[in-house]
């Protein structure tokens, strides 16, 4: 009597790999035999999804091909308006940060990009009060506001060349230059550090 039983190996047929991330060498390959109904089924099934998807993708062409020329020309306005929005709003917040560092750099701000993240929201449409926001940010963090570049006066005039180019100061951060000062004068290393908070 002939065996009505078929031997296919089931990954033709999963939908994730159940073994996935785990490492299969050595084992020993596990084969299971599927009758013809069972097969059927799981062709079936696997046709039916594949039907659907392919329904769902032809339903949304007709609907295309259905438009009339109006429908069409107000899709494609539609669309190149929204296009037009985005690139309107990029515009306006590149002018708001270009004006905000302005205002911030004439304030003596630090760093105008930090400014700019704390006030943009509150700027107004015609960006009027900016520098009036930048004030009150200096009044409540006052560590945004660039020292002095006099500081040590006449009685230390090493400390005021070194303030003046202060290697902790964002504008003239360098590694190399704190680090030879850390070693000849670490007093002084301190002051620096402390002016640039």
Same mark, same amino acid.
């Given at each position: 009597?002939?065996?009505?039983?078929?031997?296919?190996?089931?990954?033709?047929?999963?939908?994730?790999?159940?073994?996935?991330?785990?490492?299969?060498?050595?084992?020993?390959?596990?084969?299971?035999?599927?009758?013809?109904?069972?097969?059927?089924?799981?062709?079936?099934?696997?046709?039916?999804?594949?039907?659907?998807?392919?329904?769902?993708q032809l339903e949304e062409e007709r609907k295309k091909a259905q438009m009339?020329?109006?429908?069409? #020309?107000?899709?494609? /306005?539609? +669309?190149?308006?929204?296009?037009? =929005?985005?690139?309107?709003?990029?515009?306006?917040?590149? %002018? @708001?940060?270009?004006?905000?560092?302005?205002?911030?750099?004439?304030?003596?701000?630090?760093?105008?990009?930090?400014?700019?993240?704390?006030?943009?929201?509150?700027?107004?449409?015609?960006?009027?009060?900016?520098?009036?926001?930048?004030?009150?940010?200096?009044?409540?963090?006052?560590?945004?506001?660039?020292?002095?570049?006099?500081?040590?006066?006449?009685?230390?005039?090493? #400390?005021?060349?070194? /303030?003046? +180019?202060?290697?902790?100061?964002? =504008?003239?951060?360098?590694?190399?230059?704190?680090?030879? %000062? @850390?070693?000849?004068?670490?007093?002084?290393?301190?002051?620096?550090?402390?002016?640039?908070?």
């Amino acid at each position: 009597m002939k065996d009505d039983r078929l031997k296919i190996s089931l990954q033709y047929f999963a939908d994730d790999d159940p073994d996935e991330g785990e490492n299969t060498e050595g084992k020993q390959e596990q084969t299971r035999t599927f009758t013809q109904d069972e097969l059927d089924a799981i062709i079936s099934k696997r046709l039916a999804r594949e039907r659907k998807a392919w329904e769902a993708q032809l339903e949304e062409e007709r609907k295309k091909a259905q438009m009339t020329e109006a429908e069409k #020309a107000k899709a494609e /306005a539609e +669309e190149k308006i929204k296009e037009w =929005e985005s690139k309107v709003k990029a515009a306006n917040e590149r %002018i @708001l940060q270009a004006e905000v560092k302005a205002s911030a750099t004439e304030l003596g701000i630090v760093d105008p990009e930090v400014a700019f993240l704390m006030i943009k929201d509150n700027v107004d449409e015609d960006l009027s009060n900016i520098k009036q926001l930048l004030e009150d940010l200096i009044k409540q963090k006052p560590y945004l506001k660039k020292s002095p570049a006099n500081i040590g006066g006449g009685t230390n005039p090493g #400390a005021s060349q070194n /303030a003046k +180019e202060n290697p902790w100061l964002p =504008e003239y951060f360098n590694l190399t230059k704190q680090a030879k %000062i @850390l070693r000849e004068d670490p007093e002084l290393a301190a002051t620096l550090k402390r002016m640039a908070r």
